[in-house]
């Protein structure tokens, strides 16, 4: 089969092997229950060269999603960022997505882990904007799906795990088949959760607001850059849950994640959001995060770790 990524070495357990090479066990815990955890992190070009937004927080995020799930790790996070600036020179990417993976690998069979192996995998390749080319520009519409966010007495939705993408799976499915570009999941409590990969904003008058970790979500690091820009831009912030009425009746919206960076959303369930397209606050924080991760904003260039 024909691999769609340009990943042509793939760092395992210390050591780089060709993409050919790496080949996970059939037998490793993680394909049967999906007890994996990982990360979804990008390098930019910019001021300083390549270099990499906000490391720390994701290898932070990384080792707490391990610990989640008993999966702790012996690499330290200096290891680990001498292996991802690694990858990305033998590649010689400039921008990239990076994949740090960590599962719990080839052990005593059953549900519950025993004895097995914990694995650590770093991935790198290029990858241009999430939602596609225009997205950032015009806009995406985005369906508010009937598959729920599952309740945090479930799973911990702070937690990055592999299985609990299987929620995001079915949703990003439903909203495709319904002619979407991306789906919106309410929670429990029939509110706004976040985006199937994306925390949600929504502007309201000048006042920026998204909710908080408490409504179902993965608190993104991109979701907290936005918020630090919004604080330096003197934006009004509120942190405080959303129903379909506050996104329907936004001046604006907008998603974030590493992935996404930020996406305004035109439309949400066939109904045009302010004026459609991209708003002048998401424009301006857009501007702000694109300048930002690529050092372009000395108050901000901190959140960066150079490739060298
Ligand atoms: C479900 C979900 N929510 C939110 C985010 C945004 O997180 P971040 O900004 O840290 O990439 C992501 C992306 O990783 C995600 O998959």
Known sequence: MSR???SKFVWMDGKIVTADEAKVSF???AVHYGTGVFEGVRCYDGA???AVFRLPEHLER???SARG???EYLWTDAELTKAIAELIKLHGFRECYIRPLVQTGEGRMGVRPRECEINAFIAVWSWGAYLGPEALEKGIHAAIVEQRKYLPSALDPTIKACGHYLNSVLATKEAAARGYDEAILLNGHDRVAEGAGENVFVVHGDTLITNGPEESLLPGITRDSVLSIAHHLGIPVR???MTVEDLLGADEVFMTGTAAEVTPVGQINGRTIGRGGRGPITLQLQTNYLDA???RLERFVH???PVV
């Open 4 to 6: 769609k990524v340009d």
């Open 27 to 29: 037998f490793s815990h």
């Open 48 to 50: 300083l060269g390549p």
């Open 62 to 64: 990384l080792r707490r």
């Open 69 to 71: 799930y008993f999966m």
């Open 239 to 241: 942190i405080a849950p």
């Open 293 to 295: 991760v690529r050092g």
């Open 303 to 305: 959140w960066l770790t």
